[in-house]
């Protein structure tokens, strides 16, 4: 069973469609019960940083997300879910994150061109043998919404880059931690096939 945790953020609805069309049998919840007897966790999300930590921990889910993640269960983090995974945001300066990654979530720039908040299909660059990656090819084509992008602190986690003005690290993993800032539910089939290898994850990563 693949968890999705349920705090009121957008998009939830349209992972747990994605999951149900290749088969799964996802569940959304924020009971910690449910969420630590899952397989898998998604932590999907649109939003602000600061609005979503706040409930976060309205619900209770700070302690359960960390010991989910200890337990080595696979974790994937989308859009916002990727940023929450870092200690902090431009978004909402004082806010602590999850602090499971390390990195800076910054603040994309207006630049002649370039709209923002960066909404679009923009091609990946793989790196690293990312496995949400597995069977994917070069230069596929993934949705971005977003006004904010992460720099991961180590570039040994970092999985898949695009190009909007910077240099934006798409896609992290470390250990059994996921995370994707372009929304693979809404990528066509490739980015089905990347939540089907997420989904086909062996539980110790």
Not at 16 to 30: M, N, Y
Not at 116 to 144: C, D
Request: aromatic fraction near 8%; include cysteine; proline fraction near 4%.
């Amino acid at each position: 069973m693949i968890g999705i945790i349920d705090y009121d953020a957008g998009n939830i609805k349209s992972v747990e469609k994605a999951l149900l069309h290749l088969g799964e049998t996802p569940v959304v919840t924020r009971e910690p019960k449910e969420l630590l007897a899952a397989d898998k966790v998604i932590l999907p999300g649109v939003g602000s940083f600061g609005d979503a930590m706040g409930k976060l921990r309205e619900y209770g889910l700070i302690s359960v997300i960390h010991e989910i993640v200890d337990r080595g269960t696979p974790f994937l983090g989308i859009c916002l879910g990727l940023q929450l995974l870092f200690e902090s945001s431009q978004e909402s300066e004082g806010v602590e994150g999850l602090g499971i990654l390390k990195g800076q979530v910054l603040r994309l720039l207006h630049q002649d061109g370039l709209k923002i908040p960066h909404m679009g299909w923009n091609s990946l660059e793989l790196k690293n043998g990312g496995r949400l990656f597995a069977g994917v090819p070069e230069q596929t084509y993934v949705y971005f919404v977003h006004s904010y992008y992460l720099k991961a602190e180590d570039p040994a986690v970092v999985k898949a880059t695009t190009q909007y003005g910077v240099e934006i690290h798409a896609s992290v993993e470390q250990g059994n931690v996921f995370a994707c800032q372009f929304h693979p539910e809404k990528s066509g089939s490739w980015g089905l096939k990347m939540l089907e290898n997420f989904a086909k994850l062996d539980g110790g990563c």
